[in-house]
Nanobody, 126 residues
Framework: VQLQASGGGLVQPGGSLRLSCVSSGGTGVTSTMGWFRQAPGKEREFVAAARRNGGNKYYGDSVRGRFTFSRDNAGNTAYLQMNSLKPEDTAVYYC????????????????????WGQGTQVTVSS
C-alpha cells in the first residue's frame, strides 16, 4: 500500500494551498484517512481526518476554521484545503490511512493509522 502526498510548496502568509493524498491500496485500507504534520524540532501533530462515506470531520485546534478536509467519492483520495496560512503552519505534512473506521477517541492518534505517505513540505514565509 502506498500513499502519495502532493501539493506542498512555498506560500506567503495569508495564502492557500491544497494538498492531495492518493492511496494505491484500494478502499479496503482507506476506511479512515487523515493528515498529520511535523515541524522542525516538534512532535508530529494531528491536523484533520474523516471516515469514508461522510460523517464528522475532525480538526486540530490550531487549524480549525482555516483548513478543510475532504475525500473523493471513490474513497481513495483525501484533500486538505489550507487557507489563511500562517508561518506556524510550516511543517512536513503526512497523509495516513487505516483499514479501520475509527471512532472519535482514536481518530486523532497516529498510532492507530497503519499506512503513511512520504510527506510533503509546506513552507509559509514572506
Amino acid at each position: 500500500v502506498q500513499l502519495q502526498a502532493s501539493g506542498g510548496g512555498l506560500v506567503q502568509p495569508g495564502g492557500s494551498l491544497r494538498l492531495s493524498c492518493v492511496s494505491s491500496g484500494g478502499t479496503g485500507v482507506t476506511s479512515t484517512m487523515g493528515w498529520f504534520r511535523q515541524a522542525p524540532g516538534k512532535e508530529r501533530e494531528f491536523v484533520a481526518a474523516a471516515r469514508r462515506n461522510g460523517g464528522n470531520k475532525y480538526y486540530g485546534d490550531s487549524v480549525r476554521g482555516r483548513f478543510t478536509f475532504s475525500r473523493d467519492n471513490a474513497g481513495n483520495t483525501a484533500y486538505l484545503q489550507m487557507n489563511s496560512l500562517k508561518p506556524e503552519d510550516t511543517a512536513v505534512y503526512y497523509c495516513a490511512s487505516s483499514a479501520a473506521s475509527m471512532i472519535q477517541s482514536s481518530i486523532r492518534w497516529e498510532r492507530y493509522y497503519e499506512y503513511w505517505g512520504q510527506g510533503t513540505q509546506v513552507t509559509v514565509s514572506s
